[in-house]
């Protein structure tokens, strides 16, 4: 039985289509830089926020019409969601989707029982795969809402619950074997602190350093080769994540020898709470060989929390796709996620698709500007430009190591002022970009 009889497959229309169930932009096998659109975006839906959002939020009770869902928190009813999910995404023309191992199946009192019922509902999550053809982006665990990770997982000061949640990553790690993960994401969860006062900062961060290098591992033993990422986000559960930014995962990273094994899933609404922009976090991690994958979203900046909104805005989504396209030539092996869920006040199911065709189309016309920009080369050409005084002369010099100190100090003693600087431009080069815009 259809979970949603009155809504058909979701077609490609073209740009004056009026209908509100029909793409606009995303022609899944349009080539852009010579590639179908749906490869290069690889859109994925995150079971946790389409399936399990109720809506509730602090102040009030859940607000979601869900009509497929029982109210039992049963293997049976865990089940029927998973079907429900793969309709969706099929008729949203999605091709990838995300989950948490609790997300999809019922904890249990013990850590077997646990693990029984994530068999029993991945058993039909496996056949949905085969049925429809959709994939798995990549699996990850939730170490977050169980009382027990109150300090944390891998950071935790209590020895047992480290054991139990890499007892959890084992598990999660088979089943994205299992369904053919094309990754494995860590967010941090609750891996940071709230005061230095009980906290031994150090100790911590070796923990989850050896933590992933044991997650690294059992991958090699059980032969997972699917892309393991983390994912930064600055605050949210804790006051200070460790994870914070591209940057600082980078440099823990870089120090606990895991630099081989991870990139990173960049997330918009992370980026702009550890207080730089998307871009700034996509180029930080492309220039440094980290790029991995998006969590696709929008937060609010009058809110400044994790609203976790779908993005609907073309310029951010041609900026993340101009850094995907110059680093990657698109996200293979990660995907655009959508990490987004539907307002409290938008609680029918329709909403779920009015949500998805939104930020699937703006990211589709983010991605067909990013290749018209690209392809024009004005930008590129003014940037060069902008750094020319570096390719010949003293600055290829410096560049190729031919200077230091004191020959700079002749150099500039012989000429007695600086060549004059030029105009950074910024009023014009932004006037450029709105004539891809609008
Ligand atoms: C939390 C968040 C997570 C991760 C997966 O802010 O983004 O949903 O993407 O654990
Ligand atoms: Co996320």
Redesign the pocket.
Known sequence: MSAFPDIPKIQYEGPDSKNPLAFRHYNPDELVEGKPMREILRFSV?F?HTMRGTGADPFGAPTMIRPWESGQDTIENAQRRIRVFFEFCEKLGVEFYCF?DRDVAPAGATLAECNRNLDEVVKVMKEEQERTGIRLLWG?A?LFSHPRYMHGAATSPNADVFAYAAAQVKKALEVTKELGGAGY?F?G?REGYSTLWNTDMKRELDHLARFLHMAVEYAQEIGFTGQFYI?P?PK?PTKHQYDSDAAACINFLRAYGLEKYFKL?I?TN?ATLAGHNVEHELEYAGMQGFLGSV?ANTGDLLLGW?T?QFPTDVYLTTKIMLAFLKYKGGLAPGGVNF?AKVRRESFEPIDLFYAHIGGMDTFAKGLKIAAQIRADGELQRMLQQRYSSWDSGIGAEIEAGKHNFRTLEQYMLAKGEADPNQSGRQELIENIVNRYIF
């Open positions: 995150a946790w948490h990850t939730n994401v967010w969860g994912e986000k949210e899933n997330e992370h969590d994790d976790d990490d």
